[in-house]
């Protein structure tokens, strides 16, 4: 058994797509019309183009929306990506105008910062050693 894809809910999925490619540097791997404005629409690691993607789902459903509200209310990342170097990430994301609400911090064995994703979602970046 293999994760092959996984989803986070997204409030506009054309937002999405630009924020998770040309800010984050994923690649689009799917983008398909599914009806409507909706669309099948996944990114993966640029790094690791056949590996595990992101499916940009959108949050239609008022349990999705109430769900991601009370993450960010609370604080909690909805997904989380491993970088070599958070605090490199932090400076080149900031640069981008990338808004975070954990700088790099040290969490035990790792470093993590957190960042809003403009679509609703904190996303967690991490380094472990």
């Not at 999925?13 to 669309?39: C, I, M, N, W």
């Not at 609370?74 to 997904?79: E, H, K, N, T």
Request: include cysteine; proline fraction near 6%; aromatic fraction near 8%.
């Amino acid at each position: 058994m293999r994760i092959t894809i996984t989803s986070v809910f997204v409030d506009d999925q054309a937002k999405a797509l630009s924020f998770y490619t040309d800010k984050l540097g994923f690649v689009t791997k799917h983008d398909v019309p599914v009806g409507g404005e909706d669309r099948w629409l996944t990114v993966v690691s640029a790094e690791d183009p056949g590996g595990t993607e992101l499916l940009l789902e959108p949050d239609k459903h008022p349990a999705a929306q109430a769900y991601k509200k009370a993450l960010v209310a609370d604080g909690i990342p909805a997904v989380q990506f491993t970088v070599d170097d958070v605090k490199a990430e932090f400076e080149r994301l900031s640069a981008l105008g990338v808004r975070f609400t954990v700088e790099p911090m040290e969490a035990g064995p790792v470093w993590v910062a957190v960042l809003d994703d403009t679509c609703g979602n904190l996303v967690q970046i991490a380094t472990q050693p």
